[in-house]
């Protein structure tokens, strides 16, 4: 225009320029556009392209609507047993109502914050120091669900809310180290005592057993004096009573005297051969 001549022309095409790029705007998909006209609110623009007026229009706050995380922390917070902790937290939340996000509150960011780090310990004060070591996953929703109520009225959601370390005096984690030490060996000591009692039970059936077949107990003898010399090399000492108590003529003839003292005539004399046989087994074993 200035070549041709035309610079009357210049300045109004420059100025018209300057108010479409001021009245032009641009939101990716995530954002949101609050827009107020002469003070009052217009609207909420976007995603997308869209118009305003210059000077009339002003955008007051461009809401990013994706999932944020806060991490925030307590530090020498009392339990409700009065033991000093430091938890460290992580949140995650999202505006869902850009309009109150934006005309609700100043800065909802920080207010998030300062929200999040008192309900931390609200919840500490409230809470006996094993709930909060080992009911992790209860604390977590108990923490959503309080900083979620005090934050809906800004447009905030919370999405999780995860407590990532609770951290305890050091004299204190020696205490609670001897003291889990200690119910582990009473745990041992009870199940070390059930099992002396169940084999206890087990060794009066095995003594009835033989009680009622004197032969049971001989076979059983007979095998462990068996099993105790596969070894070579191995010397074994046997009193002469068990060595007496393992003769079969011995053995069979208590068993056929336990089993007629059982009969309803009583007892059968034994004969003489039987007797001698008696006599001669202890002197044949013994020797």
């Given amino acids: 225009m200035g070549a041709t001549g035309h610079l009357y022309l210049a300045v109004p095409v420059v100025i018209a320029a300057i108010i479409i790029a001021a009245a032009l705007k641009m939101a990716n998909t995530w954002q949101k556009f609050v827009i107020l006209r002469a003070g009052k609110l217009r609207g909420v623009k976007g995603p997308g392209l869209f118009l305003i007026i210059p000077v009339i229009d002003h955008v007051i706050a461009v809401i990013d609507e994706r999932i944020q995380t806060t991490a925030f922390s307590a530090e020498e917070a009392l339990t409700k047993d009065t033991v000093p902790v430091n938890v460290d937290a992580i949140i995650f939340w999202f505006v869902h109502d850009a309009q109150k996000a934006a005309l609700n509150i100043t800065n909802y960011r920080e207010a998030i914050d300062r929200v999040s780090q008192t309900s931390l310990r609200e919840m500490i004060g409230s809470s006996m120091l094993s709930a909060l070591l080992s009911e992790r996953t209860a604390a977590d929703e108990l923490l959503r669900g309080e900083i979620g109520r005090k934050t809906a009225?800004?447009?905030?959601?919370?999405?999780?809310?995860?407590?990532?370390?609770?951290?305890?005096?050091?004299?204190?984690?020696?205490?609670?180290?001897?003291?889990a030490q200690a119910e582990r060996e009473k745990q041992a000591r009870v199940i070390l005592g059930s099992a002396e009692a169940a084999i206890a039970g087990k060794f009066v059936e095995a003594a009835m057993t033989y009680a009622d077949h004197p032969a049971a107990l001989q076979l059983r003898a007979m095998n462990i004096i068996y099993e105790t010399t596969k070894e070579r090399g191995a010397t074994i000492l046997m009193p002469t009573s068990m060595v007496d108590s393992m003769n079969p003529v011995v053995a069979l003839a208590l068993a056929g005297q336990n089993d007629v003292s059982q009969k309803p005539n009583g007892p059968v004399p034994l004969s003489p051969n039987t007797r001698k046989e008696n006599v001669a087994g202890p002197q044949a074993a013994g020797a």
Avoid: C, F, H, Y
């Avoid at 447009?155 to 809310?161: H, Y």
């Avoid at 407590?163 to 003291?179: E, G, K, N, T, Y």
């Fill in 153 to 179: 009225d800004w447009g905030i959601s919370v999405k999780s809310v995860e407590i990532r370390d609770v951290a305890i005096p050091v004299a204190l984690q020696d205490a609670m180290s001897r003291q």
